[in-house]
């Protein structure tokens, strides 16, 4: 599926429109020039070294920004424009009301228009609508269906990406640095794709009924992104993620480690961060997981400079075998962790990647004692165990209508960690 899919030449910019975005670009291009957007990425670069830093805060509303940006708050007209507009008020809202440890940049983004095939089977989805929840009916009813199956394959729309590029540089290139940079994927965990075409359920019946089967689909998911790793690097369209470029399930890039010593200018998945996590298979054992899982990712994270592994699913039950992937520095420490022991696991030797429940964002009134309350208690047991620090914010499906609720979180979350 296509990044950006209006062009210059399906698409123009009217004067009007151009204004709104060059007067929103100026907005975030003095944000970005503040010095505590400098103070802010140093101590991500040294939270990330492991250096021993204040607690971080990051949050992202998620789905929560469609309350926040609603469609009144926009004032172009054209599709690709509303699009762009609603990025820099982002940026904007991010700088100067929540004002968490974001670092706001001089950049402008563009991602390549492209296409990408599926895996050959996809499921069919069944409800969902307005947001609300959906369950599917997977397309592998037997693994011998496995010959249906192909990689995913990218093609690459050149000239409406030039296209992109060049009318985002004239649209407001004096103001912010306009870049191509396109971000192929967020995890390499395999296992959506795995249960989307089996069904979670079948999964883990087959686990026990029919191992070989699912060993067979997980290697061919596993060469799938071999694969589609090795096109990306070949015709050099992998970016460094050494910036501020999120990273895993939470938090920035910011690191001197990479690129590796010997870069070229070529860049390498040795070069960049990568992520895996199985949020799917949090109902079975650790020893499946190992057998099931772990060898596959393993195949993928082990070609990364350095790692970041786990989302929502608690990893305190197969922590023993997480540690394991090369090169581990970011750990996610789900709602459903258990805080004391994994602060006790992950202490001073890779970043501890919080997440408190964003719950709290939903309910009917926002508890800000509750939220208060929990952050310090948290706080207390991950400094008595040295552990390098950032509050996530994540998750979020609704808050309520209410902006004022990610304001005061990141209020709140900043005030306990600088109380540590």
């Known amino acids: 599926m296509s990044e950006q899919t209006s062009t210059r030449t399906r698409f123009c910019i009217t004067p009007s429109d151009r204004h709104v975005l060059r007067e929103l670009a100026k907005q975030v291009a003095e944000l970005a020039a503040r010095p505590c957007e400098v103070e802010k990425r140093h101590l991500w670069y040294r939270h990330n070294a492991l250096e021993p830093t204040r607690p971080l805060v990051f949050c992202d509303p998620e789905n929560g920004w469609n309350e926040i940006l609603t469609p009144d708050h926009l004032q172009c007209e054209g599709r690709l424009t509303r699009g762009w507009e609603w990025h820099l008020r982002r940026e904007i809202f991010w700088g100067l009301q929540m004002r968490d440890d974001r670092v706001i940049e001089p950049y402008f983004k563009v991602g390549h228009v492209y296409t990408e095939t599926d895996w050959g089977l ?3 989805r069944i409800g969902g609508e307005c947001g609300g929840a959906w369950c599917w009916e997977a397309p592998l009813k037997s693994y011998d269906d496995m010959q249906s199956l192909h990689y995913p394959l990218i093609t690459l729309d050149e000239q409406a990406t030039d296209e992109l590029l060049q009318l985002a540089q004239e649209t407001f290139g004096d103001i912010l640095h306009v870049r191509l940079k396109t971000s192929w994927w967020w995890s390499f965990g395999m296992t959506q794709t795995l249960v989307y075409l089996r069904g979670l359920e079948q999964v883990m019946y087959d686990m026990v009924d029919n191992p070989d089967g699912v060993h067979r689909l997980m290697a ?14 070949r015709n050099g369209l992998l970016y460094l993620n050494n910036d501020g470029t999120y990273v895993g399930s939470g938090g920035f890039g910011w690191t001197r480690e990479l690129p590796q010593a010997d870069f070229s200018g070529h860049v390498r998945p040795i070069d960049m961060w990568g992520f895996a996590e199985s949020q799917e298979t949090v109902g079975i054992s650790p020893d499946m997981f190992e057998e099931f899982i772990f060898p596959y990712q393993l195949s993928l994270l082990e070609r990364f400079g350095l790692n970041c592994y786990g989302c929502c699913e608690p ?4 922590w023993h075998v997480v540690e394991r992937f090369p090169r581990l520095r970011r750990v996610s ?3 459903w962790a258990n805080v004391e022991v994994m602060a006790e696991r992950l202490s001073s030797r890779y970043v501890f990647s919080w997440k408190p429940h964003p719950g709290v964002l939903a309910t009917d009134t926002f508890d800000e004692e509750h939220v208060r309350h929990t952050l310090r208690t ?5 400094q008595r165990n040295d552990c390098r620090v950032e509050i996530i914010m994540k998750d979020c499906h609704t808050i309520r209508n209410d902006p004022q609720r990610v304001i005061r979180w990141v209020q709140i979350a900043k005030e306990e960690a600088e109380a540590v």
């Open 122 to 124: 996809r499921e069919t």
């Open 220 to 233: 061919f998911l596993r060469d799938g992104h071999l694969a589609r790793l090795e096109f990306l690097e």
């Open 315 to 318: 990893l305190d039950s197969r």
């Open 333 to 335: 420490v789900s709602p």
């Open 378 to 382: 948290g706080l207390r047991v991950l």
